[in-house]
């Protein structure tokens, strides 16, 4: 179809002229088969009837006679240039020939006397210049003659074949003219129909980065074009969200890059400024080593994030004891616990059906917010509990409530519900968002509440599924 036009209204205008033609000329054909029959039995029976007048006029009346005082009589009956009449006696010269067109006289088998003149009689065949010869003979009987008298009569149908030759052309007049006059109807109509659709792409070309949250209106639009409005809407959605991020994420990435950063340059510059004793050096190597730790973490979670969200990131999932791995989880963070003056409980048995390596690393994440910001002298819980969908690991801790509106964007990259905490320099930002993405791999769900003193993180791990 590589010969059809690009544009879809010449398209559709060209397909709809081309069916357009074929219906019409279909229909003037068959018309046409229709009139050539019709015309075609009229033809026969007059010839027919002709001959049988003949043969009847003929049986009263001495035929001799008749021809030598009166044989104008009989090219007068003809009427006309393309008529042919013959009266002879078998084997005998014509008694009388009208051929004023010079036809050549066919052999034909007349039809026996007395026996009925049907349509069947008549022969076609070819003639001069295109136009068919009907012909048919009959035998009469004559008053005083021994045997029967040929009466042969044809017709050439010149004035048919024009006729239908004219009916023929207007067909094909009819049938162009027509398709032309649809065709630019369809491409007027195509043309009207389609305007939505330019308004949706007017729509959508004046849609760029700056104005990333204006959507494509369906108000006006028609129904087979919803689908196309709602799925271009969807990735406006998902593009001004990863695009809101991206810019969150730069300027967050870059506030936190900036202290640590900072505090390099600055340590470093005074150092340089004077000589200083060996012990101050070593202090300062110290403080670099914990910023560059810093930073070199910082740098790790990024690329984790990078590679769990943007690509199809490969986890082995396996049966896990709970117990065991809630065990390991509070004896790894038991010394820390100590130090901030906490106590870990760890709680449930059963299996998880999880990545191991991820497990650990979501636990331990939640476990070292909760260490952080727990109070002194309580109780950090780890707990969990199995239904037949599958797994609830939580993580709850009593420490400051979290107000409500910083509760649904605690797991975005960088998000702190206390910017201004003391301690809050420790953390780079992305421990909850490298949760919500281990969950994400494990096709799970995580949640936060928080409330009268109680904060509690929640990771569900559905049930592995049989193959």
Same mark, same amino acid.
């Given at each position: 179809?590589?010969f059809?036009?690009?544009?879809?209204?010449?398209?559709?205008?060209?397909?709809?002229?081309?069916?357009?033609?074929a219906?019409?000329?279909t229909?003037?054909?068959?018309?046409y %088969?229709?009139?050539?029959h019709?015309?075609? @039995?009229?033809?026969?029976?007059?010839?027919?009837?002709?001959v049988?007048?003949?043969?009847?006029? =003929?049986?009263?009346?001495?035929?001799?006679?008749?021809?030598?005082? %009166?044989?104008?009589?009989?090219?007068?009956?003809?009427?006309?240039?393309?008529?042919?009449?013959?009266?002879?006696?078998?084997?005998?010269?014509?008694?009388?020939?009208?051929?004023?067109g010079?036809?050549?006289?066919?052999?034909?088998?007349p039809?026996?006397?007395?026996?009925?003149?049907?349509?069947?009689?008549?022969?076609?065949?070819?003639?001069a210049?295109?136009?068919?010869?009907? *012909?048919?003979?009959?035998?009469?009987?004559?008053?005083?003659a021994?045997?029967?008298?040929?009466?042969?009569?044809g017709r =050439?149908?010149?004035e048919?074949?024009?006729m239908?030759?004219?009916?023929?052309?207007?067909?094909l007049?009819?049938?162009?003219?027509?398709? @032309?006059? @649809?065709?630019?109807?369809?491409?007027?109509v195509?043309?009207r129909?389609?305007r939505?659709?330019?308004q949706?792409? $007017?729509?959508?070309?004046?849609?760029?980065?700056?104005n990333?949250s204006?959507?494509?209106?369906?108000a006006?639009?028609?129904?087979?074009?919803?689908?196309?409005?709602?799925?271009?809407?969807a990735?406006?959605?998902?593009?001004?969200?990863?695009?809101? $991020?991206?810019s969150?994420v730069?300027?967050?990435?870059?506030?936190?890059?900036?202290?640590?950063?900072?505090? @390099?340059?600055?340590?470093?510059?005074?150092?340089?400024?004077q000589?200083?004793?060996?012990?101050?050096?070593?202090?300062?190597?110290?403080?670099?080593?914990?910023?560059?730790q810093r930073?070199s973490k910082?740098a790790?979670?990024?690329?984790?994030?990078?590679?769990?969200?943007?690509?199809?990131?490969?986890?082995?999932? %396996?049966?896990?004891?709970?117990?065991?791995?809630?065990?390991?989880?509070a004896?790894?963070f038991?010394? *820390?616990?100590?130090?901030r003056?906490?106590?870990?409980a760890a709680q449930?048995?059963? $299996?998880?059906?999880?990545?191991?390596?991820?497990l650990?690393?979501? =636990?331990a994440?939640?476990?070292?917010?909760a *260490?952080?910001?727990?109070?002194?002298?309580?109780?950090?819980?780890?707990?969990?509990?199995?239904?037949?969908?599958?797994?609830?690991?939580?993580?709850?801790?009593?420490?400051?409530?979290?107000?409500?509106q910083?509760?649904e964007?605690?797991?975005?990259?960088?998000?702190?519900?206390?910017?201004?905490?003391?301690?809050?320099?420790?953390?780079?930002g992305?421990? =909850?968002?490298i949760?919500?993405s281990?969950?994400?791999?494990?096709q799970g769900?995580?949640?936060?509440?928080s %409330?009268?003193?109680?904060?509690?993180?929640?990771?569900?791990f559905p049930?592995?599924l049989?193959?």
């Open positions: 179809m590589s059809l036009p690009r544009s879809l209204v010449a398209r559709l205008a060209l397909l709809f002229a081309l069916i357009s033609f219906v019409i000329a229909i003037g054909a068959a018309l %088969k229709n009139l050539e019709q015309l075609s @039995l009229r033809d026969d029976a007059a010839l027919v009837t002709r049988d007048h003949f043969r009847t006029f =003929l049986r009263d009346v001495d035929v001799v006679d008749l021809i030598r005082h %009166k044989p104008e009589l009989f090219s007068n009956m003809m009427g006309n240039r393309e008529a042919l009449l013959v009266l002879r006696f078998p084997g005998q010269a014509p008694l009388i020939e009208v051929n004023p010079h036809i050549q006289l066919p052999d034909v088998i039809v026996a006397a007395g026996a009925p003149l049907q349509l069947s009689a008549v022969s076609h065949l070819p003639g210049d295109g136009a068919p010869f009907i *012909v048919a003979a009959a035998t009469a009987h004559v008053n005083g021994p045997q029967g008298l040929e009466v042969i009569a =050439l149908l010149t048919r074949t024009h239908l030759q004219g009916y023929r052309d207007w067909i007049l009819v049938s162009s003219g027509g398709a @032309l006059l @649809l065709a630019l109807l369809a491409w007027w195509a043309r129909g389609l939505p659709l330019h949706v792409a $007017q729509q959508t070309a004046a849609i760029g980065m700056r990333l204006t959507r494509v209106d369906a006006a639009a028609p129904h087979e074009l919803l689908p196309l409005i709602e799925g271009f809407n990735m406006l959605d998902r593009l001004e969200r990863g695009f809101t $991020q991206l969150q730069s300027a967050d990435l870059a506030h936190d890059l900036r202290t640590p950063i900072g505090n @390099l340059l600055g340590q470093t510059e005074v150092a340089l400024g000589r200083r004793d060996a012990e101050y050096y070593e202090q300062l190597l110290g403080s670099n080593f914990e910023e560059l930073l910082m790790d979670n990024m690329l984790f994030l990078a590679r769990a969200e943007h690509a199809d990131h490969a986890i082995e999932r %396996k049966p896990l004891q709970l117990e065991d791995e809630l065990q390991r989880m004896d790894y038991e010394g *820390v616990a100590e130090e003056g906490v106590r870990l449930g048995t059963g $299996q998880v059906w999880a990545d191991p390596t991820l650990r690393r979501a =636990l994440n939640l476990l070292a917010n *260490v952080r910001y727990a109070d002194e002298d309580s109780e950090i819980v780890v707990a969990a509990q199995q239904d037949a969908s599958g797994t609830t690991i939580g993580v709850e801790n009593r420490g400051p409530t979290i107000a409500p910083h509760l964007r605690l797991f975005d990259r960088f998000y702190r519900a206390d910017p201004a905490r003391a301690d809050s320099s420790a953390s780079s992305l421990g =909850l968002s949760v919500r281990i969950m994400t791999l494990h769900r995580w949640h936060a509440a %409330k009268d003193g109680v904060t509690r993180f929640t990771l569900f049930v592995r049989e193959a």
